[in-house]
């Protein structure tokens, strides 16, 4: 049996974001999975829902509405993980 992929390219909106107060430099952010045509479906990362997410990179990218483009793993289990991101880029750029 296949198994979908954990990691994959995501388009995305952040709804928040904030600084870790105990880690710095790592931001703490609820996003929302936006439609990608083509897009490789996760089991853990689809397109409409919302999840909370962290990242150690472009912390200016991560303002409230921004749409961005990421790779993203989840990490934990179904129903109690979050999604990390990385190599994040404005959706401009892709």
């Known amino acids: 049996m296949l198994s979908r992929p954990n990691k994959t390219r995501i388009k995305l909106r952040t709804i928040t974001s904030k600084e ?3 880690f710095p430099g790592k931001l ?3 996003i929302e999975i936006l439609p990608v045509a ?3 479906v996760s089991s853990f990362i689809k397109p409409g ?8 990179e472009n ?3 991560f303002t409230p509405g921004s749409v961005v483009v990421a790779d ?3 990490i934990g289990v179904m ?5 990390r991101l990385s190599n994040a880029a404005s959706s401009e750029e892709e």
């Open 79 to 83: 129903g109690d993980g979050k999604v």
């Open 28 to 30: 703490d952010l609820v």
């Open 59 to 61: 912390p200016a990218l």
């Open 38 to 40: 083509g897009q490789a």
């Open 49 to 56: 829902m919302q999840i909370e997410a962290y990242a150690f």
């Open 72 to 74: 993203g793993e989840f």
């Open 20 to 22: 870790n107060a105990q």
